[in-house]
Each structure stands twice: as structure tokens, then as C-alpha cells.
């Protein structure tokens, strides 16, 4: 790759990740939840240019970075009233006399055991909770979603690489120029016509990779109903869990 990085410690905005790439010629900045905040700069910008950059956005930042906080903030918290729902299980969370967190019952009604002394309110608890819960749905996604793209693949006559599945906190699916998909483990908490929907929006970008009329065109043939589901899916979060 045509880039460097390293990472700067800032009083007022945090941590920020510094990327110098070759072929460029200007600054941008990037800010996502749950992410530094990004600065990519030339090859060969200094780093008085960097600093000045950093100064000069820094208002701009920090207002960006309350937005991000606010949407950081919805985040489940996981308790004993949680009930938590994938394609095809649902858990709950139960206090009992056990000596350490796990998981309990078979598909499609799981419990998860939590010692009676272990606090729940601590990001430690919340953490090994979501890790319980990503290792269901990557379980799922690689069940389900394989057989679902090559049927829906066959169906309309397209063809794709490679298919992996990921954790993302920001997309549900993507397509490389090679036609390799990625698809996030998080579609397993989606109804099924949303989940046919990414991937045939994904499978779309193996013949068209931007979203112009081409591609617009050719979502919408397949799937009619795209523009409605495309409403829908703003009603769901990567991030929640």
C-alpha cells in the first residue's frame, strides 16, 4: 500500500490517526463512531502542515465528535430484562450460581448465565456480552448467508469472488473491484427481505461499482420494492450491539 501512519495525542480531540499516502495532494478528515478521528494527509506534508490542519478544523472536530458521542451513547446496555434476537435465536440474561459467564440451551432459545456476584454495569460485563453475541452471529452469517448469496447470485446471473464476513461498525456489506463481498455478521439481526437486499445490492456492485444510474437501474429492476426497503434499513443500526 501507498501509505503510512502513526498517531497523534490531542488535549481537546483525543487520539487522532495520521494516514500519509502517496498520490494525493490534499487533507481530509474523517470521523466515524466508535473511531479515531482520521487525518489523511499528502506524502509529503510536514508535520507543522498536519498541525496547522489539526488547528484550524479543530472546532469543526469537536462539534463532529458530539455527534459521534450521541450516537456512541445508544449502544444496548445489556441486563437482566435484554432480550436479544438474531435470524434465528433469541437470548436472555440470567443471574444465577455459576462461577463465570456462558452460555446455556440450544437453537432457538439460548440463556446466558451470569454469576450472582458479578456487577453488570461495568464495560468489562458489556464487553464479554457482546462477544458471546458476535460469535452467535458470525456462527449464523456463516451458516446462512453463503447459500443465500449463491442462489440469489444464480437467480439474477451474477458472478462474485470471494465471500467473507465481518464485524463492521459501519457498513452492512461491500464489493471489492475484484468482485470479492464482505458482508457484515450484523445482517443477522435483520429481517430477511433486508438481508436479500444487501446482497443484492453488494452482488449489483460486481457490475456496476458506483451507485449511478447503472446501478440504480439495476437494483430497482430486480428489486422494486428497493426504495422502500432502503427507508427501512434507516430504522437499523451496525452499532447497537
Not at 77 to 89: E, P, R, V
Not at 92 to 107: A, C, D, E, F
Amino acid at each position: 500500500m501507498n501509505e503510512n501512519y502513526y498517531y497523534l495525542e490531542d488535549s481537546d480531540i483525543g487520539k487522532i490517526k495520521v494516514i500519509k499516502k502517496k498520490g494525493i495532494k490534499n487533507f481530509n478528515i474523517r470521523l466515524k463512531p466508535f473511531e479515531p478521528v482520521t487525518l489523511t494527509a499528502p506524502n509529503r506534508a510536514s508535520k507543522h502542515q498536519i498541525n496547522d490542519v489539526i488547528l484550524r478544523k479543530k472546532g469543526w472536530i469537536i462539534e463532529k465528535q458530539k455527534i459521534n458521542s450521541t450516537i456512541e451513547n445508544t449502544r444496548t446496555t445489556f441486563d437482566q430484562n435484554s432480550i436479544i434476537k438474531t435470524y434465528s435465536s433469541t437470548f436472555k440474561i440470567k443471574k444465577t450460581t455459576v462461577n463465570r459467564i456462558q452460555l446455556h440451551g440450544s437453537k432457538p432459545d439460548y440463556t446466558i448465565l451470569v454469576p450472582l456476584e458479578l456487577p453488570m454495569n461495568t464495560p468489562e460485563f458489556q464487553e464479554n456480552i457482546r462477544e458471546i453475541i458476535h460469535f452467535v452471529l458470525r456462527s449464523e452469517a456463516k451458516y446462512y448467508l453463503p447459500k443465500r448469496v449463491e442462489d440469489l447470485a444464480k437467480k439474477y446471473d451474477f458472478r462474485y469472488g470471494k465471500l467473507t464476513f465481518r464485524n463492521n461498525k459501519s457498513r452492512w456489506g461491500s464489493c471489492s473491484n475484484r468482485g470479492n463481498i464482505s458482508l457484515n455478521i450484523h445482517l443477522m439481526r435483520l429481517p430477511e427481505h433486508c438481508i436479500d437486499y444487501i446482497i443484492i445490492h453488494e452482488l449489483c456492485h460486481t457490475k456496476h461499482p458506483n451507485h449511478g444510474p447503472g446501478f440504480k437501474n439495476l437494483l430497482y429492476t430486480i428489486m422494486p420494492e428497493a426504495p422502500k426497503i432502503e427507508k427501512e434499513m434507516r430504522n437499523y443500526r451496525t452499532q447497537i450491539y
